[in-house]
């Protein structure tokens, strides 16, 4: 039988114990267990980068894997604390938007967590989340957890690519710490003639990779993730064009 897998994505950041706590409340009850961090780096209750993460990187993980996620500024509030599980993999985390790409994509099922009378209103990722991940990782099964969710699990809303005349006009949806920008425009969305424009600016059409222009150079291409890019080789398109979440990028077809 493989060892569990359990990935660990937060917002804790790695100067104070807190995940360290999470990770102790796991590897107690589920000592055999892997575990894998994604990020503790997301900025401090950031759910669409924290969700733009989430998104791009559970499907990589083998079948059974739980992905405990905790970015919550509504800890201790009424918002809902939810496991759910599809594609043979397992969440454990708040109801807030985080799970977006996940329940976008795929049908689930879910349940809604009991919250311990001992749990810390300010650290259910230790007191709360945890457990329930280490729980599932152990075999336990959804159900036995929580009753089910009868509501509707929130998510995030996104301003979808769309056209405008002869342009496609989309948006930077992540921005990573190189300051290269991720849009949410798709390579059907950009065909070869087409040329990218941030803010007036003329990027030009989609490159390789960043050695086809000089140092300094801006590019636009298609990045890791299957999603159009913007970055400065060698700096920051963030800081160049003075963009971030949000910002529109413009895709001229004729």
Do not use: C
């Not at 009378?117 to 280490?134: E, I, K, Q, V």
Request: glycine letters at 12%; hydrophobic letters at 45%; charged letters at 15%.
């Amino acid at each position: 039988m493989s060892r569990p897998l359990i990935t660990l994505l937060t917002d804790f950041g790695t100067a104070d114990s807190y995940v360290a706590e999470m990770k102790a409340t796991l590897l107690g009850a589920v000592p055999e267990a892997t575990l894998v961090d994604v990020t503790h780096a997301v900025p401090p209750g950031d759910l669409r980068a924290a969700a733009y993460l989430l998104g791009r990187t559970w499907h990589r993980f083998p079948q059974g894997t739980v992905h405990l996620a905790v970015v919550d500024p509504g800890v201790g509030t009424t918002r809902a604390a939810l496991a759910f599980g599809t594609g043979d993999h397992w969440f454990v985390g708040p109801d807030n938007g985080l799970f977006t790409p996940v329940l976008r994509d795929a049908a689930v099922q879910v349940v809604a967590l009991p919250i311990p009378p001992a749990a810390a209103p300010t650290f259910h990722g230790r007191d709360l989340f945890a457990p329930a991940a280490a729980a599932l990782a152990s075999g336990a099964s959804l159900q036995s957890l929580g009753e089910s969710f009868l509501g509707i699990p929130h998510r995030l809303s996104y301003h979808e690519p769309h056209y405008e005349g002869k342009s496609v006009v989309g948006e930077v949806v992540y921005v990573d710490r190189f300051g290269t920008l991720v849009t949410n425009l798709t390579p059907d969305m950009v065909p070869d003639y087409a040329t990218i424009e941030v803010e007036g600016l003329e990027i030009g059409p989609l490159r390789r990779t960043f050695g086809d222009v000089p140092t300094g150079g801006l590019l636009a291409y298609l990045g890791s993730g299957g999603q159009v890019e913007i970055a400065v080789r060698d700096g920051s398109a963030a800081r160049r064009l003075g963009l971030g979440v949000g910002g529109r990028i413009r895709v001229r077809l004729g």
